[in-house]
């Protein structure tokens, strides 16, 4: 499941995944994604897995490859904040074959992650 977070810079869309994620959980995020980018221009998105990627659903990993392409233009700054040390790493790596900025972060940092992907903060 993805659910929105709330109380986020107004620049930045969040969302949590937790459990099982499918397909039907990307309308949330297209939704709040499609809001913020008519309103800023870019994307600037975070995502706190709190599972892990065997939880997403084939239909969940191609909703996901269609929100990049969708917005491949747009992305900005991204952060996953994760307590796995692949997911991180893969995520440091995004940054060179995606347009943007991608970072990992361990939960533990969850707020600078929030900080850096709203732009508070350059790391």
Do not use: C
């Not at 969302?15 to 008519?38: A, C, N």
């Not at 940054?95 to 350059?122: I, L, Q, R």
């Amino acid at each position: 499941m993805i659910t929105y977070i709330n109380n986020l810079p107004e620049n930045m869309v969040g969302f949590r995944s937790q459990g099982e994620v499918t397909s039907k959980d990307f309308e949330l995020v297209k939704k709040h994604v499609k809001e913020l980018v008519e309103r800023t221009g870019e994307l600037n998105y975070l995502l706190l897995l709190e599972n892990s990627p065997k939880d997403f659903s084939v239909g969940a990993w191609l909703q996901d490859v269609l929100l990049g392409i969708e917005n491949i233009t747009k992305w900005n700054r991204v952060a996953i904040v994760s307590d796995s040390d692949t997911v991180i790493d893969f995520t440091d790596g995004f940054s060179k074959v995606m347009p943007g900025e991608f970072k990992g972060y361990h939960t533990s940092d969850y707020n600078d992650a929030v900080n850096w992907v709203s732009g508070k903060v350059n790391v």
